[in-house]
């Protein structure tokens, strides 16, 4: 398989593929970038990743050696534990991204074409000004974080200076650090890709609701088709039997199901080229095609999904660890509590870059519920429509939208507040520990 692909999704993809996340090949097109596998990169990943989790573990054994005394990060046996947990799942976490990359990229090649087809049926565009503002946001969130580790590693090696260690520091944690970058990025493809399959199901509910008024039944709102920047794709086989424009229809729906749904008029407003009743089919066929995808990518990400959450979890423990200890101690050092409270909201901004997109997915879900319950209520009895819609509202009984990575919790915001309340019980015993140790 391979796709063509531009705008904020080719950036996205290009810096995944320098960190070894994805690791596909690039051929420049008028419209974008072919990709495709890269056994070349594939090979190059597998390099990176093992030459730096083999480095910093290395670090982490050396800086351990070197005693509280002297050691910057580990100035007491609890801060040892701390400071060792903290690498270690940011270890796990880059190596099982990069690890099981080929086998996402292959997914993902895979389900974008469910995704062009949604695009096709429902007459989707794209704004260049919007692939503009999403590429400054991720550039944005990239530079805060490069930042944000430079101001920490300088930190570091500069209290080293202190027992003359400073290179050693360097040597030590350089791999740290750049895994750090590792984790980012995943969470940061996740995201975008969650983001992207939500953009469908919003396009999918403006079009269902847009057949909703057509049947004069009550909806609250009906919105314009939003444009669809984000995975803004042409998606085509390595097959030469199949030109582009056949490439955007879906092998595992029948021809019709993905045909044209809705057009735009010569004044520019959306209607319909189809009767309601059909529409009303098509637009179940298209819907169970993009939970197919959210079960695809959930599955894809289970893994990385959970050790994202723990690292996020033990790193939203560590930090406020460091930054009370700080204000006990009262060393007054200001430089170290900025830092600690910055390393505070990034790893909350994590939690949220994870659960948001999942849980605005969810939110799109129950929006779909909604729109056929009142298309049910108030339909016309006669034809056969209520059929349509009685078949629609068994598929999403038996098609929930949800993303439960390996099974184990439920991306959506109740979860934050779990994690802040297991945050609150560890801190406190993490310090009454420390009152022990000291």
């Not at 509280?68 to 990060?73: D, H, N």
């Not at 530079?143 to 040597?171: G, H, M, P």
Request: some cysteine.
């Amino acid at each position: 398989m391979h796709c063509v692909v531009g705008g904020a999704h080719a950036f996205i993809l290009r810096i995944s593929s320098f960190f070894g996340l994805a690791p596909l090949r690039f051929e420049s097109r008028c419209n974008g970038f072919t990709v495709s596998i890269s056994n070349a990169m594939c090979i190059y990943s597998y390099i990176l990743v093992t030459t730096l989790v083999i480095s910093t573990i290395f670090g982490l054994v050396a800086e351990i050696n070197v005693g509280i005394e002297r050691s910057v990060r580990m100035s007491s046996r609890m801060s040892q534990v701390v400071s060792t947990c903290d690498v270690l799942v940011v270890v796990v976490t880059a190596g099982a991204g990069v690890y099981g990359a080929p086998k996402r990229m292959r997914n993902m090649l895979k389900f974008m074409e469910s995704i062009a087809s949604v695009d096709h049926s429902i007459g989707a565009y794209y704004s260049r000004a919007t692939e503009r503002k999403l590429c400054g946001i991720l550039l944005a969130i990239l530079i805060f974080f490069s930042i944000l580790l430079a101001d920490d590693f300088c930190f570091y090696t500069l209290q080293a200076s202190k027992f003359e260690r400073e290179w050693n520091v360097v040597i030590n944690y350089i791999g740290f650090y750049l895994l750090w970058y590792v984790a980012m990025i995943l969470e940061l493809q996740f995201a975008f890709t969650a983001l992207s399959i939500r953009a469908r199901f919003q396009a999918v509910n403006d079009v269902l609701a847009m057949t909703a008024k057509i049947v004069s039944a009550p909806v609250r709102k009906v919105n314009d088709p939003s444009m669809l920047n984000i995975l803004a794709i042409r998606v085509a086989t390595s097959e030469p039997r199949r030109c582009a424009n056949v490439s955007l229809l879906v092998d595992k729906l029948h021809e019709r199901d993905h045909a044209v749904i809705i057009r735009n008029t010569v004044t520019g407003n959306p209607r319909l080229v189809v009767p309601p009743c059909e529409a009303i089919r098509r637009l179940a066929c298209l819907h169970g095609a993009l939970c197919d995808v959210v079960q695809d990518l959930d599955q894809s990400y289970g893994l990385p999904l959970i050790l994202i959450l723990i690292s996020t979890l033990l790193h939203l423990i560590v930090t406020p660890y460091f930054l009370i200890m700080e204000i006990i101690v009262s060393t007054n050092r200001i430089h170290f509590l900025v830092l600690q409270f910055l390393w505070c909201a990034t790893h909350m901004l994590r939690m949220f870059v994870v659960v948001e997109p999942c849980h605005y997915t969810i939110v799109e879900g129950k929006r779909t519920e909604d729109l056929v319950s009142r298309l049910m209520r108030t339909a016309p009895s006669n034809g056969s429509l209520p059929s349509r819609l009685e078949v629609f509202s068994r598929q999403l009984m038996l098609q929930s939208i949800a993303y439960s990575p390996m099974g184990m919790c439920t991306l959506d915001r109740p979860l934050v507040a779990s994690v802040l309340g297991a945050v609150t019980t560890y801190l406190v015993i993490l310090i009454q520990f420390q009152r022990y140790d000291t």
